[in-house]
């Protein structure tokens, strides 16, 4: 994962195939069930999604929408 501010700890996705973020719980993928995902803040409030160093989508803290 590049070099960044990065929220703590590394989420993990749930059976249902999401994870908390700032006591929000958000969708991404059930295929990632019981794996761990990084979060790298890129932009004031924008956040980069990766699994291991893959890119999958963004998240925009103030709407919390992920984008692929």
């Known amino acids: ?5 990065t929220q703590e700890g590394r989420p993990e996705i749930t059976t249902g195939g999401t994870f ?4 929000k719980l958000l969708y991404i993928a059930n295929s990632l ?6 979060l790298e803040e890129t932009d004031d409030g924008v956040w ?10 963004t998240l925009d ?8």
């Open 33 to 38: 069930v019981d794996h761990h995902i990084g």
């Open 48 to 57: 980069s999604i990766y699994f291991n160093t893959v890119l999958l989508a």
């Open 20 to 23: 908390q973020f700032r006591h």
């Open 61 to 68: 803290e103030r709407d919390y929408i992920i984008r692929g």
């Open 1 to 5: 994962m590049p070099h960044g501010r």
